[in-house]
């Protein structure tokens, strides 16, 4: 059992945000907790205009979304790294590798952890459509994350 999910982006400001939103869009407050990091975030952004466009017009919304880089006190004992493309995961296992260990931390993309290829798209620079694409790959990422952790339970 997994006692905590870090939704792992490039900048924490898309991707990873419109993850832990609809993560908790879909679970109740017994779900175990979720937060967004990225890999590359120099200073504190809000989150991109356009994915809290998209979150908005599905009921969604992070009360506070600023970008957070990916640092060691993220992690817990027995924590699921789920990235957005194997680029992302291999970096967390490069940069973390002794914690990983330690923890017991599952570093692993999302699409992989629900048996699929390939990376998740990313509409950084894209339209609201790209956005809207996202939104619809992840929701459905999503979902298979959580019957997978029910069934596991």
Do not use: W
């Amino acid at each position: 059992m997994y006692a905590k999910i870090i939704f792992v982006c490039t900048g924490d400001t898309a991707r990873g945000p419109m993850a832990e939103a609809i993560y908790q869009g879909l679970t109740d407050e017994n779900r175990i907790p979720a937060i967004a990091r990225g890999t590359v975030v120099l200073f504190p952004e809000p989150m991109n205009p356009k994915a809290e466009s998209v979150l908005e017009a599905h009921g969604l919304a992070l009360t506070s979304s600023v970008s957070q880089g990916l640092e060691a006190a993220d992690f817990v004992q027995n924590t699921l790294v789920l990235a957005m493309s194997e680029q992302l995961a291999d970096h967390v296992r490069s940069q973390f590798p002794e914690l990983i260990e330690e923890k017991q931390v599952t570093v692993d993309t999302i699409k992989a952890f629900n048996g699929e290829t390939g990376d998740v798209i990313d509409p950084y620079g894209g339209t609201l459509i790209d956005y809207e694409a996202y939104y619809t790959e992840m929701n459905r990422l999503i979902k298979k994350t959580i019957y997978r952790l029910e069934e596991e339970a």
